[in-house]
Every structure is written in structure tokens, then in C-alpha cells.
């Protein structure tokens, strides 16, 4: 979908380099720039079998061409120079000022090759006062009102992270369209242009879509956050054997789900008739639902509720869903034998297309794998 094009990837970490694996895997050619160091992410938590080649960044680099550069190093800036004179994206995360003493800001690259689609991944937007400042999956959860999502679910006012670089990856999304919505208006007008993705203006946008609630008025009619998510009642479910998930989506589940799982006494209250009497009782409801779901196993749920078009899913641990029969089935996960690390799974790209068929899936290179195809070395 993208063969042919050449992009310059010079990003670390996660938001940046899950924007060019999206790419990469769409079949753009994706160069991977590092420094003397390499990408910080090369080195993960876990030890990994080979030094420098840790789980996260094999996640988040297959398929690309890894290159060291020492950027203040008068010759390795004349190589990169010379790759994005010819390339068709050139994709950085390094801060304004810094990038414009190293010779590659915008205006810089643009006068060597003009049609070039330079996207910049910041932490903030440059039109306000946060601009410049750096900016982790951390301190966007924080400032994006997120971590006060959990104390209002579960009443710890302590606030928290949630347990997942989510700011990182919901900001690579965003970069990945927004370069493509750039190559598209290229190829449409003949023209490239500067994209600015900034991580704070992308987690907040992704958040707000519903917790911006009540504040969504002016004036406000209560207060933000989006009552369904942060209920503590909707919560999984203790079985017999395990753990359920039961969402009553409409309101006239919420009794039906009742009266399934065995008091079809109290479902069939008057009131019930109505979506008020429904919406006051939501809590009780939950509360009803988890009371009785430990009556049986986890699968006799499943079949039951699935016999009556309620959505729901076995909870499953996070070392499991490896194993699970879908994801096997439609092959998410794939084998794949890397030269270094030996025999590791990779999941592939989850969209498919009619028209286009991706190909196998690449490794993840080591540090400086494919230096000398640039002559550096």
C-alpha cells in the first residue's frame, strides 16, 4: 500500500516509533536513525536474549532498517542529509530547539527537498505555554485528567496512572493518520507540508470524547467524566470458577440480565417498565448481577448470556490472552524465527483490506544492522 515510499524515522520509545511501524507495515520502507546509544526502549524491563533487543522495541521497530548516526558529527549529518533529500516522510521527536541546532528543522529540510511530509511528534502544541517542555506517558496522564479517573471509580482518592503507556500509543495513532492524511493531500496537490502532532492535545481529545461530559456546556450542567465508565459497580463479575464481564448495554437488559441470571422476581418489577426506573436502579441492578453470578462456572454463563444476545466475555489474565482461540484463529499472533533472538511471536497489523495484502512480517533490527548500506561504517 505504501512500497516505494522511503520514510526517515528519527524517534525513540513508543509514541513516535508506533507511528512508523504502522507505516512500515503498510509497506512504506522505514529507516530507522539512531544514536551511538541506540533507541532507550532497546533495553526493556525483562532481559532479553541479545543486549539491546528487548520485547517492547521488537513490538514497535519490525521491519525497519536500523542506521547510527551521530547527528553532531559533521560526516553522519551529511548522510542523513542526503537520505532526506530523496525520502518522502521524515518523522523526529526531537524538541524545536534542538532539531534547528542539529541543521534538520523544517525550513532546512524543505529547501533540499520540498515536497517532503515533515512530521514532528512533540509533547505539547507550539501555540501555548507548555510548549518545549517534555512530556512522558506519565506526565500526560496526569495533566490530561486522567488519573483521577480511577479514585472516581473505586473511591481511593489517591490519584493513578493507568497501568498502560496509553498516552504514547494513542498519540503514535494519531501521528500514523495524520501522515497519511498528508501523504494523501500530496499525492492530491503535489505538495508536502509540516505536521505538528502534539502527545497532550492527542490523549486529551482521546480521553474527553466522553469524560468531557457535563462540561461540554457553557455553562456546564454538572460535572465532567461519563458517569457509565467510572460507576464502581460496573466492574467484572466473580463466578463460580472465574471472572465474567456482563455489559447490560440497553437499558432494557439491565432486568432481562437480572432475571437470566436467577431472580426473575426482582426483573420483573414495575419499576423496570421504564427507562427512568431502569437508570435510578442501575446500581442495585449491578450489585444484584454480581450477587449472583457466583451460582455458576464462568462457561455456563457464556452460553446462556450469549444465547440471549447479552454481550459478555470470560476475564482473562493478561498471560493468557497469548493462548486465546480467536486471536489464534484469525492470526494475530504469528511466529516468526528473528536471526538474533530466535523463535519469538509478533502480532501483526489487526485492519484488513480487499485489495491489499501484507506481506510477511520482518524483524526488528539491531543496532546499526544496516549501517553499511549507507556507507557508514
Given at each position: 500500500m505504501l512500497e516505494g515510499m522511503t520514510v526517515i524515522d528519527l524517534t525513540s520509545v513508543v509514541f513516535g516509533?508506533?507511528?512508523?511501524?504502522?507505516?512500515?507495515?503498510?509497506?512504506?520502507?522505514?529507516?530507522?536513525?539512531?544514536?551511538?546509544?541506540?533507541?532507550?526502549?532497546?533495553?526493556?524491563?525483562?532481559?532479553?536474549?541479545?543486549?539491546?533487543?528487548?520485547?517492547?522495541?521488537?513490538?514497535l521497530n519490525?521491519?525497519?532498517?536500523?542506521?547510527?548516526?551521530?547527528?553532531?558529527?559533521?560526516?553522519?549529518?551529511?548522510?542523513?542529509?542526503?537520505?532526506?533529500?530523496?525520502?518522502?516522510?521524515?518523522?523526529?521527536n526531537v524538541r524545536e530547539a534542538a532539531i534547528a541546532r542539529l541543521g534538520f528543522d523544517y525550513d532546512a529540510i524543505k529547501a533540499i527537498n520540498p515536497n517532503i511530509i515533515y512530521v514532528h511528534c512533540v509533547g505539547f502544541g507550539s501555540g501555548g505555554p507548555y510548549a518545549g517542555l517534555q512530556a512522558y506517558d506519565d506526565v500526560i496522564q496526569a495533566a490530561t485528567g486522567t488519573t483521577s479517573l480511577l479514585p472516581r471509580a473505586d473511591g481511593n482518592n489517591r490519584p493513578r496512572y493507568l497501568p498502560s503507556l496509553i498516552a504514547d500509543k494513542v498519540a503514535g495513532l494519531h501521528a500514523a493518520y495524520a501522515t497519511l492524511a498528508a501523504i494523501t493531500h500530496r499525492l492530491r496537490t503535489g505538495k508536502g507540508q509540516h505536521v505538528e502532532v502534539p502527545m497532550f492535545e492527542a490523549f486529551a481529545s482521546f480521553m474527553l470524547k466522553e469524560h468531557l461530559d457535563a462540561k461540554t456546556f457553557d455553562p456546564p450542567n454538572g460535572d465532567a467524566a461519563y458517569a457509565r465508565q467510572v460507576d464502581p459497580d460496573r466492574q467484572p463479575m466473580m463466578t463460580q470458577d472465574g471472572w465474567i464481564s456482563i455489559v447490560p448495554y440497553t437499558l432494557p437488559q439491565f432486568p432481562k440480565v437480572v432475571a437470566l441470571l436467577g431472580d426473575p422476581e426482582l426483573a420483573g418489577e414495575e419499576r423496570f417498565k421504564t427507562p427512568q426506573g431502569i437508570i435510578a436502579a442501575a446500581p442495585e441492578l449491578y450489585q444484584r448481577m454480581a450477587a449472583l453470578t457466583p451460582t455458576k462456572p464462568t462457561a455456563e454463563w457464556l452460553t446462556i448470556l450469549r444465547e440471549h444476545n447479552i454481550p459478555c466475555m470470560a476475564v482473562t489474565d493478561l498471560n493468557d490472552v497469548i493462548d486465546d482461540p480467536h486471536l489464534r484463529e484469525t492470526g494475530f499472533f504469528q511466529a516468526s524465527d528473528h536471526p538474533s533472538e530466535g523463535a519469538l511471536y509478533q502480532m501483526r497489523d489487526p485492519n484488513s483490506f480487499s485489495d491489499w495484502e501484507a506481506g510477511p512480517l520482518g524483524n526488528a533490527p539491531r543496532l546499526g544492522e544496516h549501517d553499511s548500506e549507507f556507507g557508514k561504517g
Open positions: 516509533p508506533y507511528a512508523t511501524q504502522i507505516l512500515s507495515d503498510y509497506g512504506a520502507d522505514v529507516i530507522k536513525i539512531e544514536g551511538p546509544g541506540g533507541d532507550a526502549y532497546r533495553h526493556g524491563a525483562k532481559p532479553a536474549k541479545t543486549s539491546g533487543m528487548g520485547p517492547g522495541f521488537i513490538a519490525r521491519g525497519k532498517k536500523s542506521l547510527v548516526l551521530d547527528l553532531k558529527n559533521t560526516e553522519d549529518a551529511e548522510i542523513l542529509r542526503g537520505l532526506l533529500s530523496t525520502a518522502d516522510v521524515f518523522v523526529h
